[in-house]
């Protein structure tokens, strides 16, 4: 469609030049006026002439009418004037043979809008925070981040995919001093992060015991003690200072949990390009600090260094506590500029929840007042928070629900199902972790990622409505068309088509200018709203049009050239939003 309307636009400029004279419009200015009419028998495709009134000096109904009378196209079967409306028809036989050609010319590259030729993207998601547990609500970093990451490598960039692992901070004093006391390493070797999430929740339940019955009969104001507490602080600082056995132990933690998240990303195919976390960055803040300080940025507040936003209406941007440690905010300035200096980055994108969107504002504005002057190359892509419906997915970890559990519950009951078709069970296995972890994935990108959601397991899984399921099962139902007649075997002919033929083709050619908006915007949810279309498109065609046994060999290689381009264009956009596309089911 795309390519269609950038030829509309040339051919409207070209007449506007030739009735009205040189100068006065641009083939890119028309472009952005035209429009699709939402009622298809006034065209598919429309220039509202009112907007072209005042250069031309004319009323809208008489432009209409001149122009429409100037222009010629074999791809359209109509140009006509109606009231201050220029609509254009498409020839449907024509339209659907030039977009299956192009699918056919560009393959897996079709849609590709190939505007990162030479770029480098860095993308910052997932990044979950070692020894605390990695639940749904990191469900959005993940898919929307990984979504992107396909997104801009479809585009042309150069993609760097980065977790940034939180994997440095008090919370690994707490630890140490829990495992010293509690822990045993078999458990652990055998019940991997899980284990060390229960020492983390065991010693923060203690700690806080502790200072409980510090104050209790005493006056109040009087300030909690924990020797717990103490204890922690002065492991972690232990590690900071490079002690070597608490440096081990660190060490495996880390190495315990990336363990446990690697089963999860595996599932959802997802492979980072660097794991450089929290810690990465500890020797590389000081330099930033001391910018900070040179240029006069710094501000003591109550002993600690902050930089003032208040010119911009945020508050403070912490930079050192009052014992002299750092923060959130100087670890992301620290990596920003470690990044430009690894990547040389032309946008860096960084996925989190939107809770987090003031710390970006931030430290964003902080890397602008120091001079940096990519500093318009970060981008925060915020999302909506994730609820789950009813406590049956509730973990031994309380109310988190561990985004393992979730796919772990989506894979077990797609299998029951798919085990009554099939016997073989690794081919059960592989359809279930296929279209559980597709369903999940496919509802959660349903929604704009701003919204909140309240997830339902039962409307994810479902065969019936707009599920991933539902979609998986398009695809897989165009390879057996195209395995019954043989790949490769139709082409686009002169046949007439039908209106559902022509819609499918439509609805392939929007595939280009659905993925320039998904990119513009962040949003994967253009293109599963995309999915949903086309495999409405398609099934519509399928089941009022017959393909195998059509009767009219010309009419017949048509509508299996129509199912190959589906198929190919279903293929690629799942693949954009994370999702597997089985060939059975
Ligand atoms: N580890 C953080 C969390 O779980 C997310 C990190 C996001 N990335 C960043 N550069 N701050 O909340």
Redesign the pocket.
């Known amino acids: 469609m795309l390519v269609l309307k950038k030829k509309t636009a040339e051919l409207i400029a070209s007449a506007v030049e030739k009735s009205f004279g040189g100068g006065l419009l641009s083939a890119d200015e028309i472009f952005s006026m035209l429009e699709y009419p939402p009622d298809k028998s006034m065209g598919d495709i429309a220039l509202p002439c009112f907007r072209l009134s005042r250069t031309l000096r004319k009323a809208p109904p008489m432009i209409a009418t001149v122009l429409s009378a100037e222009i010629k196209c074999d791809e359209f079967c109509s140009v006509s004037a109606d009231g201050g409306y220029l609509n254009f028809k498409i020839d449907g036989t024509a339209f659907a043979k030039r977009v299956v050609a192009d699918i056919t010319a560009h393959g897996e590259k079709y849609g590709s809008p190939e505007c990162g030729e030479g770029k480098t993207v860095v993308l910052?998601y997932s990044?979950?925070?070692v020894a605390k547990p990695f639940h749904i609500g990191?469900l959005g970093t993940t898919v929307i981040g990984h979504s992107l990451k396909l997104l801009h490598e479809f585009a042309g960039y150069k993609c760097v995919g980065i977790n940034?692992l939180?994997d440095w901070g008090t919370q690994f004093g707490k630890l140490i001093v829990a495992y010293k006391s509690w822990g045993d390493k078999k458990t652990i070797e055998q019940g991997g992060v899980d284990e060390l999430v229960k020492l983390y929740v065991r010693i923060n339940n203690e700690i806080k015991a502790e200072e409980d019955a510090s104050v209790v009969g005493m006056p109040e104001g009087t300030p909690k003690k924990s020797a717990l507490a103490d204890a922690s602080r002065a492991e972690f600082k232990k590690l900071e200072d490079g002690d070597e056995d608490n440096l081990a132990l660190w060490r495996w933690f880390v190495d315990v949990s990336l363990e446990e998240y690697q089963k999860t990303y595996k599932l959802l195919g997802i492979e980072f390009d660097s794991y450089k976390g929290e810690s990465f960055y500890t020797d590389k803040m000081p330099a930033e600090v001391e910018k900070l300080r040179n240029m006069g940025l710094l501000e003591i507040d109550d002993g600690a260094s902050i930089v003032n936003l208040d010119k911009w209406n945020m508050p403070v941007c912490l930079i050192l506590k009052r014992d002299g440690s750092t923060l959130?905010p100087t670890r992301?300035i620290a990596?920003a500029v470690y990044r430009k200096g690894e990547y040389g980055f032309d946008k860096a994108i960084?996925v989190?929840s939107a809770a987090?969107s003031l710390h970006f504002a931030q430290w964003f504005k902080v890397v602008e007042l120091m001079g940096y002057d990519w500093y318009d190359k970060l981008v925060h892509v915020p999302y909506g928070t994730v609820s789950i419906n009813g406590a049956k997915l509730a973990t031994r970890t309380g109310n988190v629900i561990l985004l393992k559990d979730l796919f772990a519950e989506a894979i077990a009951r797609v299998k029951e199902i798919a085990r009554e078709k099939n016997p073989d069970e690794d081919e059960c296995q592989r359809i279930a972790e296929c279209v559980g972890v597709g369903a999940i994935v496919f509802y959660y990108l349903s929604n704009n990622r701003m919204r909140d959601i309240n997830f339902m397991m039962e409307d994810a899984l479902s065969f019936d409505g707009n599920t991933g399921p539902y979609v998986q099962y398009t695809y897989a139902r165009t390879c057996s068309v195209l395995d019954k007649v043989g790949r490769g075997s139709g082409k686009m002919t002169d046949a007439v088509l039908s209106e559902e033929e022509v819609e499918l083709s439509k609805s392939l050619a929007a595939f280009p200018e659905r993925v320039l908006s998904a990119l513009g915007e962040y949003e994967p949810s253009v293109i599963t709203r995309y999915i949903l279309d086309l495999a409405a498109a398609f099934n519509r065609f399928y089941h009022n049009c017959s393909i195998a046994n059509c009767e009219n060999a010309d009419l017949k290689s048509s509508r299996i050239a129509l199912t190959e381009a589906t198929n190919r264009v279903l293929k690629t956009a799942l693949h954009l939003i994370c999702m597997q596309s089985p060939e059975k089911i």
Do not use: K
């Open positions: 910052d990044s979950p925070n990191h940034y939180g959130y992301d990596a960084y989190t987090q």
